[in-house]
């Protein structure tokens, strides 16, 4: 079974800082692996996700990822931080094939302080 | 284009009590989703559909839980009776058509697009 383990379930931060949010999973196949962001009263929405080819992944709002096999991580990463970028992000992983099924982490609040 | 929506936004009601929440997928989408979100956790699959078919419902508590997707579109989702552990915020989500393997040549990724959710309050 596949399981994803998101150790910081609050990331304090100054605006303009850089900032790393973590994220491992566990998994005995191959997986892929995505990172969503949730405003408040929001909904879901997909960052970025890693399928294959470069483990560097770029995704929407100057985030992006880089896929360590050996470590089994997948870490977010962001340069320089916007109060807008408050919210809690969630990373996933899927085995893929003939379904969609997502397993989410709990959860990280990333709370960027002015 | 519009969003995947669901009603109502927010629900409260006392224990023992029905509810029933509901979901328009994307225009197009054959694939819906409906996930529970506990509080300080992360999104549970409860139940997939592929048009009008509920092909993975494994986690979902089928004695209290039911769920329909008449006509292939619109979906709803029903708790009877409510319990206080039902409380969470249940999202619901569609994809175009179901995935296929990215190593495969001409292989597709169907992003999942999320709605807003709907937050039950069981008292």
């Known amino acids: 079974a596949q399981s994803v383990t998101q150790l910081d379930s609050q990331v304090p931060v100054f605006e303009e800082a850089p900032v790393e949010l973590r994220c491992n999973y566990s998994s005995s196949v191959s997986v892929y692996l995505f990172w969503y962001v949730q405003y408040p009263n929001q909904g879901l929405q997909l960052l970025l996700k890693?399928?294959?080819?470069?483990?560097l992944v770029k995704g929407i709002n100057g985030f992006e990822a880089e896929f360590n096999k050996s470590q089994t991580s997948f870490h977010l990463r962001k340069p320089s931080v916007h109060i807008s970028d408050t919210a809690e992000y969630f990373c996933?992983?899927?085995?893929?094939?003939?379904?969609?099924?997502?397993?989410f982490g709990t959860g990280t609040l990333l709370a960027v302080q002015p | 284009e519009a969003g995947v929506v669901q009603s109502p936004r927010y629900k409260i009601i006392e224990k023992k009590q029905p509810v029933a929440f509901w979901c328009n997928p994307i225009?197009?989408?054959?694939?819906l989703y409906w996930y529970r979100q506990n509080l300080g956790q992360g999104p549970e699959l409860l139940i997939r559909y592929e048009n009008e078919e509920a092909v993975d419902d494994s986690q979902l508590p089928k004695d209290r839980f039911s769920a329909e997707r008449l006509k292939g579109v619109d979906s709803t989702l029903k708790i009877q009776p409510a319990e206080l552990g039902d409380s969470a915020v249940y999202l619901c989500?569609?994809?175009?058509?179901?995935?296929?393997?990215?190593?495969?040549?001409?292989?597709?990724?169907?992003?999942?697009?999320f709605g807003p959710g709907t937050r039950l309050t069981v008292l």
């Open positions: 890693y399928l294959s080819g470069s483990t």
């Open positions: 996933a992983v899927s085995i893929g094939g003939a379904t969609n099924k997502l397993i």
């Open positions: 225009s197009g989408h054959n694939t």
């Open positions: 989500a569609s994809s175009l058509d179901q995935w296929f393997d990215a190593g495969l040549a001409g292989g597709i990724y169907n992003e999942q697009f």
